[in-house]
């Protein structure tokens, strides 16, 4: 199911991470793939979306982000 543009592309674009950051900077397994799909919108399971709030936080320090911050859907 296709949910939209997600904030979480736009705050990529804003701090200048890409995905292959957010992978790099993961301690869990988390791929090019899931990351692609989280920002073009395609639903995630709640395990996902945590992986990929967790390498977000882990790429910078300055804000601790919330799944609220990237995602504008509730995942099941």
């Known amino acids: 199911m296709e949910m939209g543009i997600q904030p979480l592309d736009q705050l990529l674009g804003r701090l200048g991470l890409q995905n292959s950051a957010l992978v790099s900077h993961s301690k869990e397994q988390l791929t090019h793939k899931v990351v ?23 790429c910078q320090s300055e804000v601790v982000y919330q799944l609220s911050d990237l995602f504008n859907y509730k995942a099941s």
Not at 43 to 57: D, E, G, S, W, Y
């Open 36 to 58: 692609a799909k989280g920002r073009k919108g395609r639903r995630l399971a709640l395990k996902a979306q945590l992986k990929i709030l967790h390498a977000l936080n882990a």
